[in-house]
C-alpha cells in the first residue's frame, strides 16, 4: 500500500469524515475540521509506528502535517523516499 493510501485510511477510519470521497489529498485537514491539536498528536503517533521514523518537535508544523498529501511527501523525505 502506498504511504498516501496508508495515510488517508488512518484519517479517514480514526477522525469523523462525513464524505471521505470527499476529502482531497491536498485539502487542510485543519480548516476542514478533520482534526484539531489533538489529533495533529495522533498522525504524529501513527507515522512514528506505521513507518518508524521520528517526528522532531521542529518538524510539527502545518507544512508536513496539514494534509493527506503534506503527510505522505513528509514521510517520504524523512525516510529518503523523495
Known sequence: MEIKEQVRAFITSNFYVADPSSLEDAD???????????????????IEDTFG???????????NLDSIERIANFVSRKKGLA
Do not use: A, H, N, Y
Open 53 to 63: 521514523i521520528k517526528v522532531d518537535d521542529s518538524e510539527m508544523l502545518p507544512e
Open 28 to 46: 487542510s485537514l485543519l480548516d476542514r475540521g478533520v482534526i484539531d491539536s489533538t489529533g495533529v498528536l495522533e498522525v504524529i503517533f501513527f
